[in-house]
């Protein structure tokens, strides 16, 4: 019988990744740095970049995580320390709270327009005006009516008119101005206040997934729809089909993390005392006589049992933390999506790992591996190691693939403040944020209105703003197809820290050591000869030590695009404190 997954460990990660798609911007930071920006542009020095959300955190990570999860019309690969249910019942909280804010905003306006009617439109003409004279068009316009007399008799005349039209209506203007200036009153101090609510409403999601507290919420209130879909997903994620693909000329397992080199031995199978230059009534009668039949099966069983071993607390130290042994049913990437995606009972392909596990390897589209995983760091290092075993041809062919998860990307590790001292004083600052959400809004607003009334200069460029949620470009159509993991999303292209790095070889070397060292065992057990095996094991666990010590991950491997694998990170994986 197969070995299932042990429960999904409940670590920081599942919390931090939660409380991130509430994050906001942190407008203070901002307006400090264009403020510097100020100040390089006069001492001739490059520009500050100013800080911006990003896409993997806040509105844009909760979109990401339903379109490519939550609704997506594929089966979630499995999670690797990391709770789906709880970090996707936050991105609905998050999506609902976005539709709301939108909703208020939309109302508030209506509301301004339907009190000052006038106030509105001036201030909608003050804006287009503004708008169309941008750009240098009022230089333009003097040097064209410099250009002739017709040109400036014309100007001349449009002057005047405008003059004389205002005079005839100036009670209209006056009144106008007078709306304007209590309409837009009105909505700086409106608009403002719903900021600040949502901020703190979004303060209340984070602190609800705070590390003091025992349970989060799983499922989301008053979403029927998206709580039968994470029902079914924490079924399905826990079916122990994996898919493979071939990335940048690696092979990697979806969801597992960044793969490392692979172990591999390959050894003809011979009774041990036989050597090559036997005859063949030699090698018949050493056969007969001590190397005795067994199929991967039996191997891959007594290597499953070996390693339970790694999980029992005798000394604290001697056991690895959080060690899992399960079995998994390795499968391409198309045959992937054909797979199905309602919950059942029990696992689907549960009878077809046991029967392929069993039969001959080639041509068998769907392999057995037995995984043997490490949660560390409290989520942010999960190493995973494949064994894969194939007896044909009287060669044996026993295969290790690690993998791992990186540590979370900087602005995902949202975590609330330890102290309340602390958490009062980011709490007392939200007004101010939503101050600077509100200059943002009329920015975004004014840009998108000049963009549709196609008055953007001649040689303008539009910035996107991050924190406005839209659609990521993909370069790749076939990335829609392809299996996601919100782990691998969320995750670091590389391990800087030391000490995590470490930890990586360490965990990576044990497992495969522990996995070699039983398949020793169980061919001697079986009367198999040795020698080559001895010398291709060294030689594996040699090259995971020696070469494991640069430091760094082949980013290429993460399974997103180069956009993605080219961000760098300066500092190690440490939760960032929401505000």
Known sequence: MYSERDPIPHTAVTRQIAASVHDRPHRLKQLKALLGRQQDRAH???????????????????????????????????????????????????????????????????????????GTSAIAAVAVLHMWLRGGRVSRI???????????????LAVFAAYRLAGTYAPVLRQAMRQGERAALLLVVAISALYALDRWVAWGYVLAVRPGRAEIGKRPHAAPLATKRIKAIEVTETWQT?????????????????????????IRLKPAGAGDEDTGEEQEHHQLEGLRDFEADELMDDVRDELERLREKLIETHSLPNCDVSEMLGVSESQWRMLPTNPAATWPEAGEMIRD????????????????QVVSWDGQIVVTVFAHAALEGRTLHFVTRPHIITPLLKETAVAAPTSGSALAGHLLLVPLHAVGDMVDL?????????????????????VINSSVVSAPADDD??????????????????????????????????????????????????????????TQVTSVINNTIV????????????????????RSEKTPAEPKVKG
């Open 142 to 156: 003097l040097r064209w009516a410099t250009t002739s007399i017709v040109s400036f008799v014309l100007l001349g």
């Open 442 to 462: 009329v920015h975004r607003a004014y840009r998108t209105v000049r963009r549709s009334l196609r008055l953007t200069p001649p040689g303008g460029r539009t």
């Open 44 to 118: 001739g020095r490059v520009p500050q970049a100013v800080p911006l959300l990003g896409q993997y955190a806040g509105d844009q990570l909760a979109y990401w995580a339903m379109r490519k999860v939550l609704f997506a019309d594929k089966r979630p690969v499995p999670s690797y320390g990391l709770e789906l249910a709880p970090v996707l019942s936050h991105c609905v909280a998050a999506r609902r709270q976005r539709r709301v804010r939108a909703a208020l905003l939309a109302s508030v306006v209506i509301l301004t327009e339907l009190r000052y009617p006038f």
């Open 547 to 566: 070469t494991g010590d640069k430091n760094t991950v082949v980013s290429s491997a993460s399974g997103r695009d180069g956009h993605q694998n080219a």
């Open 242 to 266: 994996i898919a493979y693909q071939r990335y940048w000329d690696q092979d990697r397992f979806v969801g597992a993390g960044l793969p490392r080199s692979k172990g591999a031995s390959r």
């Open 357 to 372: 596990g069993r039969g001959a390897p080639s041509s068998a589209a769907a392999r057995r591996y037995l995984a043997a």
């Open 477 to 534: 159509l076939e990335e829609e197809k392809k299996p996601v993991s919100l782990r691998e999303h969320c995750a670091r292209s590389n391990v800087k820290d030391m000490h995590q790095w470490e930890d990586v070889l360490r965990h990576i070397s044990i497992l495969q050591s522990w996995m070699f060292a039983r398949v020793r065992v169980f061919l001697d057990e079986h009367g198999a000869d040795l020698g080559e095996f001895d």
